[in-house]
């Protein structure tokens, strides 16, 4: 982008007018990398905008030491109560945050491994629904809130320069303060899965790192052959390569004969894999066996079932080698899910500029408390939906079911799609859905009118005198006649 940034240096004292008050204050045109090379004054910061329109007061960047980091942000949601939370318009980053953004590699990107990211984000949506088979009619916001999304997103933005282990330690963290259940599959389980797609193996929280290798390789080779060589052969050709790493006959099997023999070839693997000591490779493995089986599906959770207690990240490791074996099934399938999973991926960055998110981590943070829910006043561009950013670059979204946030409030006591999956499932229209909404919707008004909603008084016997319906109301005045 143009980098026509513009700066200054505030102390504390002069923070707060030129957090709020920007077109009245002295900014110097510089660059941005001119700009982080400056150290920020203690307990103050460097604030700059880019390219900020006239009348607009508010900057887009505020960079502080990396001591005053976590209190320059409590600091400012005290003073600063009516323009909280300040991460959802102003970027607020240390000086070694900043440095990072000025050193990464500025084009977005994941190379051979698009598509197989792409795969593992369709696998763990299906999983975390409880094995959905068909994803068509899944919308593209719920898959990029998946935690594979965040860490596909990291990589593309950061690439090597990226800590998933955090990534997913601060996914699981919220997903348990924000959300409304539980899911089947926490992020710390996918690191491994996510190391050996970002070919970071060495970095990976599994404690048998080397195991992780031949993975790596296997994954890499057949991503970089899939332009020229066709299905069958690279399919065979995997095979091959990995009996050279594993003494799995079954494995090689699920890629021979016709695919009656490949599914029993695949119940064999997964009835050994099963039975021994359980590790990501053994998921690993099967999920390689089962993309044998049929090549391309990033979504087929009955080959598996029999195996998802014992061996659960099966299915997303099946998404990954899908996607690496036949990239455009696995854009196009599920009503092209992939293909708006791949766009969000390699979307644009918003590190300079002003913040795309709600709400950063860090400014979260300070209302989680372990063991209790969570309630904010967090007002977003979605009800009940909150985007964070994790980490700079790499924006989530979480389905706020515990929020009490104004744009939430007004639709507390409206049925939402979750509370009515029979509804959601369906291919209704909108307007019809919409309709529905409202006819229940009134359908609570009148009871509640009627005294039959559950917070209202009992329900009167119209039968009976009024003096009776009259005191059983808490009404004690007389009468006039009968």
């Not at 919220?174 to 899965?193: D, F, K």
């Not at 003494?247 to 050994?272: H, I, M, S």
């Not at 996607?323 to 590190?351: F, N, Y």
């Amino acid at each position: 982008m143009v980098d026509n940034f513009r700066g200054a240096l505030f102390d504390r004292d002069g923070l707060p007018a030129a957090m709020t008050q920007l077109a009245h204050q002295t900014l110097e045109p510089t660059s941005w990398e001119t700009f982080v090379r400056r150290q920020p004054p203690s307990r103050g910061g460097a604030i700059g905008t880019w390219a900020s329109t006239p009348g607009d007061p508010l900057p887009h960047v505020l960079m502080v030491r990396d001591e005053d980091f976590l209190e320059t942000i409590n600091w400012l949601n005290a003073y600063f109560s009516g323009l909280a939370p300040v991460t959802q318009w102003c970027r607020i980053l240390s000086h070694s945050q900043a440095e990072r953004i000025v050193k990464r590699q500025r084009t977005i990107g994941l190379g051979h491994m698009l598509c197989a990211w792409v795969g593992a984000i369709l696998g763990e949506c299906s999983v975390q629904a409880g094995g959905v088979q068909n994803l068509r009619d899944f919308p593209g916001s719920a898959a990029a809130s998946s935690a594979t999304f965040a860490a596909g997103r990291a990589a593309a933005v950061w690439n090597i320069d990226n800590d998933l282990g955090e990534i997913a330690r601060r996914h699981d963290e919220l997903t348990q303060s924000l959300r409304e259940g539980s899911r089947p599959i926490a992020a710390e389980m996918l690191v491994p899965l996510w190391s050996v797609l970002a070919a970071r193996v060495d970095g990976s929280a599994y404690s048998d790192r080397r195991a992780l290798n031949p993975l790596v390789e296997i994954l890499s080779s057949v991503a970089t052959q899939v332009d020229d060589v066709e299905p069958a052969e690279l399919v065979a050709k995997t095979a091959a390569q990995a009996r050279e790493y594993f003494d799995l006959p079954e494995l090689v099997e699920c890629a021979r004969g016709p695919q009656v023999e490949r599914v029993r070839a695949l119940d064999k693997l997964g009835e050994r894999l099963s039975s021994g000591p359980q590790s990501p490779v053994m998921e690993a493995l099967l999920g390689l066996g089962a993309s044998f089986v049929d090549p391309g599906a990033a979504v087929s959770p009955e080959l598996l079932r029999r195996h998802g207690r014992q061996l659960p990240i099966a299915p997303i490791w099946q998404g990954v080698f899908a996607g690496a074996l036949a990239p455009l099934r696995v854009m196009t399938d599920q009503g092209s899910l992939g293909r708006l999973v791949a766009k969000s991926l390699l979307a644009t960055d918003d590190l300079e500029g002003r913040p795309s998110c709600d709400i950063a981590y860090e400014e979260l943070v300070r209302w989680i408390t372990p063991g209790r829910p969570l309630k904010l006043d967090v007002r977003g561009m979605s009800a009940r939906v909150l985007t964070v950013e994790l980490v700079p670059g790499v924006t989530c979204a979480f389905a706020n079911g515990r929020s009490e946030s104004v744009a939430s409030s007004a639709a507390r006591t409206e049925p939402t799609r979750a509370a009515m999956p029979e509804r959601a499932n369906t291919s209704r229209s909108r307007s019809v859905y919409e309709l529905e909404l409202a006819m229940t919707a009134l359908e609570h008004r009148i009871e509640r009118l009627e005294g039959r909603h559950k917070d209202a008084q009992p329900s009167l016997d119209l039968g009976e005198p009024r003096e009776s319906r009259n005191r059983k109301a808490g009404r004690y005045y007389p009468t006039k006649g009968k």
